[in-house]
């Protein structure tokens, strides 16, 4: 097999019984990027992960790694090397023995063995832990163990399977910024599933957004971040989540606004916005947190409208701010030492550009 290390996946589908749990999933994965399947329990993307690496069988659909059809190869001739969510350790074997297991089975010399494990103990700061069985090692070394038996393989695809849930926030935090760093040494094509929005965009190359075993959107963190194609990737990705607002919009003087109950928030030029043509019946209005200004001092906003504080959340370096505005919610990210009180009058504007549009009733993205 050629060391090319794209991967590529044409149509794969899987049903389990009635359960379709994938849907003619297509999608292509750079040789040395770092790609996250993204999505809630149930979408499908350990499904996707367990038949990358062979260990499910695709119903339907073509798998290929570089030029090679990988479909039906058996897993242990694929390259490849898998981190699973519960670390998968021997409690009878040490550290070294556990990273050491696949040399072994492969009858490497002895010599070479040792050289491996050890280079990889070094890279992952575990060197001093080999002589240790896992009952002996805190959840965070077990995991380095968990990644040194993947790395000794010298994979030309690494895949990990929710390997930081089992540890604490501290923990998974810096775990993440180490596999981050491993990444950008070793350059290795690596797929990554999670469920959690913020391990997906900072450890990601390219987001894969999944939902009911089908690709929703796939793309870098900015492009996922600031051009959702739908609601739901919209909702999904950012804390706190998107709010959203419907409404119809109106276009009077050469500018738009989205009209609702009880509320009229101007949103600026249409084109701008990248409407062409007329807009759906219903609309909904997406507008992220940081992009909400206020002014309580009773001034004047460019593109204002009255707005109601519900609840303050201090969360130290912001506060997120819940606005009533009409019968909707919109929420706010502002400075701690912005001075507001449940129940005050406020004037709030959606910051220039920042205004997202979906069709209501499809949930996918309007114009810009």
Same mark, same amino acid.
């Given at each position: 097999?050629?060391? &090319?290390?794209?991967?590529?996946? &044409?149509?794969?589908?899987?049903?389990? $019984?009635?359960?379709? %749990?994938?849907?003619?999933?297509?999608?292509?994965?750079?040789?040395?990027?770092?790609?996250?399947?993204?999505?809630?329990?149930?979408?499908?993307?350990?499904?996707?992960?367990?038949?990358?690496?062979?260990?499910?069988?695709?119903?339907?659909?073509?798998?290929?790694?570089?030029?090679?059809?990988?479909?039906?190869?058996?897993?242990?001739?694929?390259?490849?090397?898998?981190? #699973?969510?519960?670390?998968?350790?021997?409690?009878?074997?040490?550290?070294?023995?556990?990273?050491? #297991?696949?040399?072994?089975?492969?009858?490497?010399?002895?010599?070479?063995?040792?050289?491996?494990?050890?280079?990889?103990?070094?890279?992952?700061?575990?060197?001093?832990?080999?002589?240790?069985?896992?009952?002996?090692?805190?959840?965070?070394?077990?995991?380095?163990?968990?990644?040194?038996?993947?790395?000794?393989?010298?994979?030309?695809?690494?895949?990990?399977?929710?390997? #930081?849930?089992?540890?604490?926030?501290?923990?998974?935090?810096?775990?993440?910024?180490?596999?981050?760093?491993?990444?950008?040494?070793?350059?290795?094509?690596?797929?990554?599933?999670?469920?959690?929005?913020?391990?997906?965009?900072?450890?990601?190359?390219?987001?894969?957004?999944?939902?009911?075993?089908?690709?929703?959107?796939?793309?870098?963190?900015?492009?996922?971040?600031?051009?959702p194609a739908t609601t739901y990737v919209a909702t999904f990705v950012g804390k706190p989540r998107m709010s959203l607002v419907e409404g119809s919009l109106a276009v009077e003087s050469g500018v738009a606004a989205l009209i609702g109950d009880g509320l009229l928030i101007p949103l600026g030029e249409p084109a701008a916005l990248g409407?062409?043509?007329?807009?759906?019946?219903?609309?909904?209005?997406?507008?992220?947190?940081?992009?909400?200004?206020?002014?309580?001092? $009773?001034?004047?906003?460019?593109?204002?409208?009255?707005?109601?504080?519900?609840?303050?959340?201090?969360?130290?370096?912001?506060?997120?701010?819940?606005?009533?505005?009409?019968?909707?919610?919109?929420?706010?990210?502002?400075?701690?030492?912005?001075?507001?009180?449940?129940?005050?009058?406020?004037?709030?504007?959606? %910051?220039?550009?920042?205004?997202?549009?979906?069709?209501?009733?499809?949930?996918?993205?309007?114009?810009?």
């Open positions: 097999m050629a060391d &090319d290390a794209s991967l590529r996946l &044409d149509g794969i589908s899987r049903h389990y $019984g009635k359960v379709r %749990a994938l849907d003619e999933l297509s999608l292509t994965i750079p040789a040395g990027a770092f790609v996250t399947l993204l999505g809630p329990s149930g979408c499908g993307k350990s499904t996707t992960l367990n038949i990358v690496a062979g260990l499910d069988v695709a119903d339907t659909g073509a798998l290929y790694l570089g030029d090679t059809d990988i479909t039906k190869m058996p897993p242990n001739e694929r390259r490849m090397a898998m981190v #699973f969510q519960n670390y998968a350790l021997y409690p009878h074997m040490t550290a070294f023995d556990n990273i050491a #297991f696949s040399l072994k089975l492969s009858r490497r010399p002895k010599a070479e063995v040792e050289t491996r494990v050890k280079a990889v103990g070094e890279m992952l700061d575990i060197g001093h832990l080999l002589g240790r069985k896992p009952g002996q090692l805190s959840g965070g070394q077990q995991q380095r163990v968990a990644l040194g038996r993947a790395l000794v393989k010298q994979p030309l695809v690494f895949l990990l399977d929710e390997p #930081f849930s089992n540890l604490d926030a501290a923990l998974r935090s810096r775990m993440r910024t180490e596999v981050k760093h491993l990444h950008l040494a070793l350059g290795t094509t690596s797929v990554f599933v999670t469920h959690d929005q913020e391990e997906a965009m900072t450890l990601s190359d390219l987001i894969a957004v999944m939902r009911d075993g089908k690709l929703v959107q796939f793309g870098g963190q900015d492009e996922i971040y600031r051009r409407l062409v043509g007329g807009p759906p019946a219903l609309v909904a209005l997406g507008v992220r947190a940081e992009d909400v200004r206020i002014d309580a001092s $009773g001034g004047e906003l460019t593109g204002g409208f009255p707005a109601t504080v519900a609840l303050l959340e201090p969360i130290g370096s912001d506060t997120f701010v819940e606005l009533a505005v009409g019968t909707s919610t919109i929420v706010a990210r502002v400075s701690p030492d912005l001075p507001l009180g449940i129940g005050q009058p406020v004037t709030a504007a959606v %910051a220039p550009g920042r205004a997202h549009l979906f069709d209501a009733a499809s949930g996918l993205r309007i114009g810009a």
